[in-house]
């Protein structure tokens, strides 16, 4: 065992330009970095995401705003998904072993009446809406009529998703779960829904309507084990942070929280950073992508970026020898795309730990399994054989 512990944290949706097989989705041109470098040029300050070597990884093709820096801290590269999707779940699975490779399903049109029927008779509540949305301009649209006859708002996205937003205050939060669990063991097999999510909120006018922390997500069981099953089962500790226990929908996992922002994720993998444990740290930071990228805000994107790296550099103040800190992303969402839609892109790979003497390039991984490869290699933990860990490469 190399490192006792290894810390990962997946900057949900921050690509870094179109994958080779971008066309099949219709990305081509996508660039998530690239175009919010291109509107903040200058003012992106991003130093610590820098002196990893960020800025490296597309030295042929400079990001704007972003430096490449003559002697890195760590390793770079970029990681290609293999899996059939693009979604957040196709993106985890795949880093811990298990790609996706039967397609989830899709529904821009809004989801069959046979389903809608079935939840509204569930729940003896009416749906509404029924078609792809914002989360917050839906609630903002249809939350006084919610309030007023307490009907469920169902919508989705370009993601492989359904959502139901409820106001507390005339569908209690208990209630809500139900349904979600309800609508999840209806479409694990017939519709594959990636994901059921539970979207409460509270106010009581479109102008002072919010989200609350208590989001849940529903995901489709694992189909396989996982490369965090593989480590729990060897006796290692298993920490997620963020959406992670919902994506693996517990699987794994001997430790879960959930956080309300990227910030509070970077606190509580702080927190992490200074137990005493061996095994690893899991960190989704879901803003990114919920807040910007399917909004197509670059400036409020690029401001994200800079915060998580003032909070980056907190962590590392924290990471002794015997940590290994790992930054990627799982998938791309360019807020200065067409669409509101996930992209098809590289995503960024950056290994630091303060105890390797030397930095370089990673180069291309062919999928996202490298990643666990290499957390399997670093415990002496068998994997699966997909994937190539690239621990060695560390010096």
């Known amino acids: 065992m190399r490192f006792k512990r290894v810390f990962t944290v997946v900057i949900d949706s921050v690509g870094i330009g179109q994958a080779s097989d971008a066309a099949q989705f219709n990305d081509e041109g996508a660039d998530t970095l690239g175009h919010i470098g291109e509107f903040w040029q200058a003012d992106l300050k991003l130093p610590n995401l820098e002196k990893l070597g960020l800025g490296n990884i597309r030295s042929g093709n400079p990001l704007k705003g972003i430096k490449v820096v003559t002697n890195p801290m760590g390793y770079y590269g970029k990681m290609h998904e293999t899996s059939v999707g693009k979604d957040s779940m196709d993106g985890h699975w795949e880093m811990m072993g298990l790609p996706v490779t039967e397609p989830l399903g899709f529904f821009p049109q809004g989801f069959p009446a046979e389903l809608i029927d079935k939840i509204e008779k569930f729940s003896g509540r009416k749906v509404i809406v029924n078609k792809p949305y914002s989360g917050t301009e839906v609630i903002h649209d249809y939350g006084e009529e919610q309030l007023k006859t307490g009907a469920l708002i169902v919508y989705t996205s370009g993601d492989s998703v359904l959502q139901i937003a409820a106001n507390t205050a005339v569908i209690p939060l208990d209630e809500l779960y139900k349904i979600c669990e309800y ?70 996992i001997t430790q879960g929280v959930h956080t309300s922002s990227n910030h509070e994720g970077m606190l509580m993998t702080i927190a992490n950073a200074k137990k005493d444990f ?24 690029g401001q994200a ?30 807020p200065g795309f067409r669409g509101t839609d996930h992209t098809r892109e590289y995503v960024p790979l950056l290994a630091y730990s303060s105890s390797l ?11 996202y399994a490298d990643l666990g490869a290499t957390i399997l290699a670093n415990f002496g933990v068998e994997g699966n054989g997909i994937g190539k860990s690239f621990l060695d490469e560390l010096k």
């Open 183 to 252: 609508v999840r063991s209806l479409t694990v097999s017939k519709y594959r829904i990636g994901r059921i999510i539970a979207r409460p909120y509270v106010g009581d006018n479109k102008d002072n309507f919010k989200r609350t922390a208590d989001r849940h997500d529903y995901t489709l069981e694992p189909t396989d084990l996982t490369d965090l099953d593989r480590l729990k089962n060897a006796g290692f500790d298993v920490l997620a942070v963020g959406k992670i226990n919902d994506i693996f929908s517990g699987h794994g």
């Open 278 to 301: 061996k095994g690893f740290s899991f960190t989704n930071l879901v803003d990114f992508d919920a807040m910007y990228g399917h909004r197509r805000d670059c400036k409020g994107y």
């Open 305 to 334: 970026l800079m915060e998580f790296d003032q909070d980056l550099g907190n962590l590392i103040e924290q990471l002794n020898e015997s940590v290994l800190l790992i930054i990627t992303a799982d998938h791309g969402n360019d």
């Open 357 to 367: 003497v030397q930095s370089g390039s990673l180069g291309i991984r062919q999928t």
